[in-house]
């Protein structure tokens, strides 16, 4: 079982739907993040979290830590939110990142 | 404040020859990370380096791979003898103290 995982592994929706990307992890954790992948292209961090809640624009992040869960919320989706989107988690003392595979999210114009 | 910074962005290399992929952090930022994307696959830690110390390389291959980050200049993972299977993606990151890290745009390496 890997140690963080995503779901759904991919997602089709129509544009302005409200998304929900999840990821469950299975060790202690210092930190969480959510990091967007647009195709053949280079890696953004959204957010990074160790409780709570934070909204950037468009997005929500929720962790809860008790539950070893966090989820990524896209309002009012949008074409150009098409992409690979990737939770990872900071363990250990050297702040090392494990990375979920990632789900593709397709937005339909 | 320029973001992190890679090259080359592209590298073609033959069996047998060396690679290297160059890193410079953020500014202000002392710690850097190496990841690798193979293709299909996820991103794997690789190596974590502050100035002129590695810190954890757990997740560099045994042989063929190093990686530095000097007192002065980028940060540094050279790859010799280069094989197909080392075709992939290779990410630096880069952070201070335990922050969000800021990933680079990316090195995708070719071995022909």
């Known amino acids: 079982k890997n140690e963080v995982e995503q779901s759904p592994q991919n997602l089709t929706a129509q544009e302005g739907e409200f998304i929900t990307i999840n990821c469950s992890y299975s060790v202690g954790i210092s930190a969480l993040h959510w990091l967007q992948q647009h195709p053949g292209g280079g890696i953004v961090s959204l957010f990074m979290l160790s409780s709570g809640k934070k909204k950037h624009g468009r997005l929500i992040a929720t962790i809860n830590i008790q539950e070893k869960h966090s989820s990524l919320h896209i309002t009012a989706s949008h074409p150009r939110d098409s992409a690979v989107y990737i939770c990872?988690?900071?363990?250990?003392?050297?702040?090392?990142?494990?990375f979920g595979k990632g789900i593709t999210l397709s937005v339909r114009p | 404040n320029a973001g992190v910074m890679q090259n080359p962005r592209h590298l073609v290399r033959r069996r047998g020859q060396e690679a290297r992929l160059r890193c410079s952090p953020m500014k202000g930022h002392s710690h850097v990370y190496w990841y690798r994307q193979l293709p299909e696959e996820g991103l794997k830690f690789m190596v974590y380096?502050?100035?002129?110390?590695?810190?954890?390389e757990s997740g560099m291959p045994k042989e063929r791979f190093s990686a530095e980050f000097p007192k002065e200049g980028p940060s540094i993972l050279r790859i010799q003898q280069v094989v197909r299977g080392d075709s992939a993606a290779y990410f630096c990151?880069?952070?201070?103290?335990?922050?969000?890290?800021?990933f680079g745009p990316g090195t995708r390496l070719t071995v022909l």
């Open positions: 380096l502050q100035k002129e110390n590695i810190i954890d």
């Open positions: 990151a880069s952070s201070s103290e335990a922050d969000t890290q800021y």
């Open positions: 990872a988690v900071l363990t250990g003392a050297n702040s090392k990142l494990t």
